[in-house]
């Protein structure tokens, strides 16, 4: 039987274990671990689904904004990586994972975001969760991407029509106006 644990109880090294078979070994030099270098996973988001001492996925969630081209900085949370063992796929607990984070994001004040962001597959995220590229049209990441995988899911109206460059947010997520 699956059941969601915070992943800060589970062993780090069976964490990147399950990386490495999700998305190589080579991981670290995409972009989106760019955006996730000198600051933390967001503990309170951050989720493991287990069987007992079998770890069968994980989702992270990280700190991340928009510096926007007129100065402000606007909080968002990088949703990402979720991998999911192969001996596992296939019976929904990525998009239970998915939908528990951005549930616990909704439902509280954690990190007063104004959008969640993703790099994925739009037609999976936009059909589960509602991701769209519409807003992120004129935002730059620290490395390449594909511009119709770059992916958000407003919280707040603050973030319409805004372009900046999207970078790790530490040491923890302020709010500006």
């Known amino acids: 039987m699956t059941t969601l644990v915070p992943l800060n109880r589970i062993d780090s090294q069976k964490i990147e274990d399950l990386l490495d078979i999700g998305f190589g070994k080579d991981r670290h030099g995409r972009t989106a671990y760019r955006l996730r270098q000198g600051v933390s996973a967001i503990p309170e988001l951050s989720f493991a689904a287990v069987d007992g001492d079998l770890l069968q996925g994980i989702i992270q969630c990280w700190p991340i904004r928009l510096s926007c081209l007129n100065g402000k900085k606007l909080p968002m949370i990088l949703l990402g990586p979720v991998a999911v063992h192969p001996d596992y796929q296939g019976h929904g607990i990525g998009q239970t994972l998915v ?8 439902s509280s004040d954690i990190t007063g975001h104004d959008a969640v962001m993703l790099i994925g597959d739009p037609e999976y995220y936009n059909r589960f969760f509602g991701f769209s ?16 995988r770059l992916l958000a899911r407003l919280t707040s109206p ?9 970078e790790a947010d530490a040491p923890a997520l302020q709010k500006e106006g």
Do not use: I
């Not at 603050?158 to 999207?166: E, F, I, N």
């Open 99 to 106: 939908q528990h984070s951005l549930d616990v994001a909704d």
């Open 133 to 148: 590229d519409e807003e992120t049209g004129d935002w730059r990441l620290p490395g390449p991407v594909e511009k119709r």
């Open 158 to 166: 603050r973030l319409r029509d805004r372009a900046g460059m999207v």
